[in-house]
């Protein structure tokens, strides 16, 4: 969980630069860039949640 | 709505002996707020490590500015020289600066190059001493000290030659036509937002305070050791805050002198709109406003003010700050409770988030077209290549230095520990619930 989230986060990076280089039209542009960000925070929720200690564990079984 | 128009073109003009003299002046200032949020750290650190704290902020501006003189220096291309520049799709990529090394040329470089170059030693030191709060009570100065210099060495200088020194986020503008390109003028990317970015690193790295996640239950209160600390911190910060953020108008803006009271004035709204936001949510959610959450939200606003304080009007400044105050409390509740991160100094959210914060509103108060994406840009590329770098620079150091003390280290404190004496000797430590 951890490394794949940290994994996932270069991914939206990449979306973002080549959202720059193929699309000229500011909306599309700016529609892809977006679209990066969502992805580093999608990786970035999978990186949290993989860090969380397991609290309450004992509680439930 | 701008202050200050900003600069499409990379063309400089030639500081006047005036300005040179005055920003000189104004950064010899910004060790202030280095100091500031030295106490801040320290104050809400418990009072078994405040030593430890306080003097590891000390050896972190020491460490960085070493590094920096051997290798970051010229990794940042402050002072000029060659550089690594990629092309693709017809345009340059300059991703790495190759300038002198030990700052050969120094008396002979531009005079903005050598401000520039004093502005990034300050910077360096301030992005290395955000995650030393984070890590408090449990992280050795001689770890601490090892992420200060990769900081210094490799991570910083990178930042700041892509977004200060010519690099490929600076010519954003030049290249896609994207307002001024990616716009940081005090700082809120490469020091604020990098610092808490490291400071996440670390935190995930070293894992919490021992007893602060029990097994069931709520997580365990530790409150700072010295309010008076950390409000007095904030005081030095704006200090050095208004010095800062007025440098960095000189500096990356190239903006007039008269511009500078209202960058002045942006900052102290930011800080004072985000206060008031902070006393107001705590004042309700608790009954009392708190006072460790207060500092937290004056910070905030001030880390925001960093992005934009010189280039959107007084009332977008309040706006801005208002909106860091408010989250501020919010998101470190929400980092304790239910995320289960240990942030003592609440630094990921105080200069991570805030700072991101801050660089969106630059973009969404800025009239130039494009400049939103260009902040957007920068973002991703903080998020997206620092913090993972971070953490794989982290997770390295942690298997040649351990980064945590030892549990019966954590127990007595880390000043009897890595020190040998207590901040308080006088003091009786008394023994800690948590540990029972």
């Known amino acids: 969980m951890k490394i794949a989230g940290l994994l996932v986060m270069p991914a939206g990076f990449f979306l973002t630069v080549a959202a720059l280089v193929l699309f000229p039209d500011p909306g599309r542009r700016a529609a892809f860039v977006l679209c990066g960000l969502a992805v580093e925070i999608m990786g970035l929720i999978v990186a949290v949640r993989g860090h969380m200690p397991a609290r309450g564990a004992s509680r439930r079984q | 709505m701008n202050a200050i128009p900003p600069l499409v073109s990379p063309a400089v003009t030639p500081l006047s002996d005036a300005a040179f003299a005055l920003t000189l002046a104004l950064l010899l200032l910004c060790p202030l707020t280095i100091a500031g949020v030295a106490l801040i750290n320290t104050g809400l650190g418990r009072s078994r490590s405040a030593a430890q704290l306080l003097l590891g902020n000390v050896a972190l501006i020491a460490v960085t500015a070493i590094v920096f003189l051997f290798a970051g220096a010229s990794f940042a291309g402050t002072l000029g020289g060659g550089g690594i520049v990629l092309h693709a799709a017809g345009k340059s990529w300059s991703v790495l600066g190759l300038g002198p090394f030990l700052l050969r040329g120094l008396s002979t470089a531009a005079p903005q190059s050598q401000l520039a170059l004093l502005f990034q030693f300050f910077a360096v030191a301030m992005a290395a001493i955000i995650p030393w709060?984070?890590?408090?009570?449990?992280?050795?100065?001689?770890?601490?000290?090892?992420?200060?210099?990769?900081?210094?060495?490799?991570?910083?200088?990178?930042?700041?030659?892509?977004i200060w020194n010519g690099g490929w986020l600076a010519q954003l503008g030049l290249n896609f036509s994207l307002g001024a390109g990616f716009l940081d003028i005090g700082g809120a990317a490469s020091i604020h937002t990098l610092g808490g970015l490291c400071a996440l690193a670390v935190v995930w790295t070293i894992g919490p305070r021992r007893g602060k996640f029990p097994k069931e239950g709520l997580s365990t209160a530790m409150p700072g050791h010295n309010a008076v600390y950390v409000l007095f911190g904030c005081l030095l910060a704006l200090a050095g805050w208004l010095a800062w953020n007025s440098a960095g108008a000189l500096l990356w803006l190239h903006a007039p002198l008269t511009a500078l009271p209202g960058t002045?004035?942006?900052?102290?709204?930011?800080?004072?709109?985000?206060?008031?936001?902070?006393?107001?949510?705590?004042?309700?959610?608790?009954?009392?406003?708190?006072?460790?959450?207060?500092?937290?939200?004056?910070?905030?606003?001030?880390?925001?003010?960093?992005?934009?304080?010189?280039?959107?009007?007084?009332?977008?400044?309040?706006?801005?700050?208002?909106?860091?105050?408010?989250?501020?409390p919010l998101l470190v509740e929400l980092f304790e409770l239910a995320l289960s991160v240990d942030d003592p100094s609440g630094a990921i959210t105080v200069h991570g988030a805030a700072g991101l914060w801050g660089l969106v509103a630059a973009g969404i108060f800025s009239p130039a077209p494009g400049q939103l994406i260009a902040q957007l840009v920068g973002i991703a590329t903080l998020l997206g290549v620092m913090l993972p770098f971070l953490y794989l620079l982290c997770a390295l150091l942690n298997r040649t230095v351990p980064f945590r003390v030892d549990a019966d280290g954590e127990r007595i404190g880390m000043d009897l520990h890595e020190l040998g004496g207590s901040a308080y000797p006088e003091f009786v430590i008394h023994r800690d619930e948590s540990y029972r």
């Open chain 2, 264 to 328: 002045a004035i942006g900052t102290l709204l930011s800080a004072s709109g985000a206060l008031a936001a902070t006393f107001s949510v705590t004042r309700f959610r608790f009954g009392k406003p708190d006072a460790s959450l207060c500092a937290n939200g004056w910070l905030a606003g001030l880390v925001a003010s960093s992005a934009c304080a010189s280039i959107v009007s007084p009332t977008a400044s309040l706006f801005i700050g208002s909106v860091a105050g408010l989250f501020t």
């Open chain 2, 133 to 162: 709060g984070s890590g408090a009570d449990r992280w050795r100065l001689a770890a601490g000290c090892s992420v200060a210099a990769v900081l210094a060495g490799i991570v910083f200088p990178l930042a700041a030659h892509w």
